[in-house]
């Protein structure tokens, strides 16, 4: 088995948010960040921690939709922590943008997002 690349790593986490954010799971987003996280957008006001943030993603994936796309395109760690810089697109009625996310290493060797920005690549917003 090789060794797995902290991009690939960090991929893989958010594949999970994907999974459940195109079938509405709130419960679902919400669970690949700590009890403390933040979530920044311009969609709406910061959310602080996990209810927070699931509350936020009940709302955003009540029209979610199987476009939704999250790649990185850069990421790196060192430690307990990591960051991801990611492109997400959910069509033409959210958009497109950045994703600028911190992962804090968990006991048991997993990650969960810390601090999350979002930043809408269109005109619009």
Sequence with gaps: MG???????LQGIWNIYIAAYRTGDAV??????TSDAELH???APPARGRAAIE?????????ATPDKTLVITQAGGS?????????YSEGAATGNGTSLSVFQRQVGGGWLIRMCSLNSSDPAE
């Design 55 to 63: 509350a936020l993603h009940g709302i955003w994936t009540q029209h």
């Design 41 to 43: 957008s311009p969609y």
């Design 28 to 33: 679902g987003c919400a669970a690949i960040f």
């Design 79 to 87: 430690g307990d922590l990591a960051w991801s810089l990611a492109a």
């Design 3 to 9: 060794i797995v690349s902290i991009r690939d790593e």
